[in-house]
């Protein structure tokens, strides 16, 4: 129903800062600043802006775990650890 629909913005927010509270984790993660984990996806588009059907479109480009990148598109291998 349209009434129980997220917007991209709390969805955003309930993956993120609300995921990291509910696992005791918000001094480490949950946002991105200086001395938390940098834990991210880069996507294709920006999702927050995009049409909603042009989301499912959007491909990751580079994930990156502790500050580590882990996969590139660009190397198209997983990156080393």
Known sequence: ????RMTRQEALVSFTRSAAF?????SLSGSL???KLADLVVLSSDVM???PPD????KVRMTIVGGD???DIA?????AR
């Not at 509910?22 to 918000?26: M, T």
């Not at 989301?55 to 959007?58: D, E, F, R, V």
């Not at 190397?75 to 990156?79: A, N």
């Open 1 to 4: 129903m349209a009434g129980e």
């Open 33 to 35: 600043e200086v001395g």
């Open 49 to 51: 802006r995009v049409p």
């Open 55 to 58: 989301m499912l479109q959007a």
């Open 22 to 26: 509910a696992a005791h984790a918000e």
């Open 75 to 79: 190397s198209r291998t997983p990156g």
């Open 69 to 71: 990148i882990v996969y």
